[in-house]
């Protein structure tokens, strides 16, 4: 185990309380919300994050598989006409294989760092 770090030197997650109050926490179920707050555990303040799928499902607990299944379930969600997340494949320079997804989380609805 690791010791704490400091904390001028670590990185917290803001919860909005209206997430809770407008319903949105409910409507998103368990799964959704415990991935989002692993994604956006990587995130900066403008919501972008590079979290690998094996990051996520460490994150999670779970699988590779079924982080992604999880990933994908969350990507498809709708709050309001509005994803939580999106995601966009970012190929390498060879354009042979994809780098990385860049996902973004939206800091207005759930979730933002301070």
């Known amino acids: 185990m690791t010791a704490p770090q400091s904390d001028s030197s670590r990185i917290f997650l803001r919860f909005y309380t209206d997430a809770v109050r ?3 926490i409910a409507d998103l179920g368990a799964d959704r919300l415990q991935t989002l707050l692993v994604i956006a555990s990587y995130m900066d303040h403008t919501g972008r994050c590079y979290p690998t799928q094996w990051a996520i499902a460490e994150g999670l607990a779970v699988a590779r598989e079924t982080a992604n299944r999880r990933v994908k379930a969350l990507l498809s ?3 309001r006409g509005e994803p939580l997340v999106t995601a966009e494949k970012q ?3 060879d354009e042979q294989q994809w780098a990385n997804v860049v996902y973004t989380v939206r ?3 759930v ?3 301070f």
Do not use: H, M, P, Q
């Open 77 to 79: 969600y709708r709050w």
């Open 91 to 93: 190929k390498r320079t």
């Open 107 to 109: 800091t207005d609805a």
């Open 22 to 24: 407008s319903g949105l």
């Open 111 to 113: 979730v933002s760092i």
